[in-house]
Structures are given as structure tokens and as C-alpha cells.
């Protein structure tokens, strides 16, 4: 089970920071990454990055200088910053696991948290 | 503009079938690299419908199939319900945007 938590308005020009607890498994199994994914209101789903328990990190470009992504494998939790906000940032955001049957070709997200609602406006 | 293109909405009556694309290029999809399906239900986060191409998830019935050829994928859903209205997105991996979804198809049942 996955849970997003952080404030749920953050002003502009400010960092957003939000953390995902995972429970009932380690974060640190190998055969996972963790992610997080938003999808502003009324639109489709984008890819913010991903994290390795070892902290290997790896993040959609178009966001890659505003985001940051890191883990707490005591807290079996991982979590996201995304600096320097707009109005443009709102959306709701989600954390998810992912896995894969063969690294090669790809991962699939294959558990999500219930998501949280981060609206920009000062 | 996702990278990988669907068809914004798809629509069918109760126990038809209805297919929606997912169209991708030579640098995801074509790359070899598998395809992945999600079902967002109003209101609800996505949820893991078929992955790598045409595998489902236990608890996900049968009527749900997928599909790959070359730079494209396609979800089938047989014996439409009004349960399957839905949004539906696919998910594959990029060799210079690592992962991207498509831009999401709206299913409704008439």
C-alpha cells in the first residue's frame, strides 16, 4: 500500500514537497523502483521520475532542473520536491511502484496511492 | 502532446467490443520495449489493467486483452459493461524520455 502526504496548497514560486509511505513491503526489495506521477485537472497522466532504494534517481526532462527525488529506506518512504511552482504544477499527484518481469524492456506501474490534490495559488 | 498517441475517445454499447490504439515510434514502442494498459475509473488513481503487451493482473477479467505490432499496441475490451466507462492509458518506455504515457482515451458505453 502506497500514501501520498504533504500540504495540499503550496504558493507560488515556492517548493513542493511531498512524501509516499509505502507498508507491507520494503522499499529496499531490489526488484522494485518507485515513482511518482501527476495528472493536472481534467488531463492525462505524466511521469515526474523515479528512485532505486540504493537512491539511483532518473527524471522526466522537461522537469528534470525543478525536481528532486529521494529515499528513507528507515521510514520506508520516498519523496518528491519540485521547485520553483506555478500555476501550471497543479494537479494531482501520485506515488506508485514499479516493477518488472524483464529490465530489458520496461517496468509498469503495477500499485498506486489514492493521490493528492496540490493546487498552486498564492 | 504525449509521445505516445491515442484516440481521445472510444465509445460502444453493452456487449460490444471496442479497441483502442496506442501509437508509438521507433524509440519506445518500436525500440522492442513492452506496453503497458491502466484504467482509471472517475474519481479513483489508475490501476494496472495488462502489462508487457497482453499479460493481466489476477482479478482482471478476461475480457481485457492487449496486443503489439511494430510501433503500436492495442487494448480490446469484449462484452462491453457500463462498468468498463473509463478512462484508459498507455504506458511504454522511451530511449530519450524514459517513461511516457499516452495521452489517455475516454470510453463511453452507450
Known amino acids: 500500500q502506497l500514501q501520498e502526504s504533504g500540504p495540499g496548497l503550496v504558493k507560488p514560486s515556492e517548493t513542493l514537497s511531498l512524501s509516499c509511505t509505502v507498508s507491507g513491503d520494503s522499499i529496499s526489495r531490489s526488484s522494485y523502483h518507485w515513482g511518482w506521477i501527476r495528472q493536472p485537472p481534467g488531463k492525462g497522466l505524466e511521469w515526474i521520475g523515479s528512485?532505486?532504494?540504493?537512491?539511483?534517481?532518473y527524471y522526466n526532462p522537461s522537469l528534470k532542473s525543478r525536481v528532486t527525488i529521494s529515499v528513507d529506506t528507515s521510514k520506508n518512504q520516498f519523496s518528491l520536491k519540485l521547485s520553483s511552482v506555478t500555476a501550471a504544477d497543479t494537479a494531482v499527484y501520485y506515488c506508485a511502484r514499479l516493477f518488472s518481469y524483464n529490465i530489458l524492456t520496461g517496468y509498469f506501474f503495477d500499485y498506486w496511492g489514492q493521490g493528492t490534490l496540490v493546487t498552486v495559488s498564492s | 502532446q504525449s509521445v505516445l498517441t491515442q484516440p481521445p475517445s472510444v465509445s460502444g454499447a453493452p456487449g460490444q467490443r471496442v479497441t483502442i490504439s496506442c501509437t508509438g515510434s521507433s524509440s519506445n514502442i518500436g525500440a522492442g520495449y513492452d506496453v503497458h494498459w491502466y484504467q482509471q475509473l472517475p474519481g479513483t488513481a489508475p490501476k494496472l489493467l495488462i502489462y508487457?503487451?497482453?499479460n493481466r493482473p489476477s482479478g482482471v477479467p478476461d475480457r481485457f486483452s492487449g496486443s503489439k505490432s511494430g510501433t503500436s499496441a492495442s487494448l480490446a475490451i469484449t462484452g462491453l459493461q457500463a462498468e468498463d466507462e473509463a478512462d484508459y492509458y498507455c504506458q511504454s518506455y522511451d530511449n530519450s524520455l524514459r517513461e511516457v504515457f499516452g495521452g489517455g482515451t475516454k470510453l463511453t458505453v452507450l
Open positions: 528512485i532505486y532504494y540504493t537512491g539511483s534517481t
Open positions: 508487457d503487451n497482453n
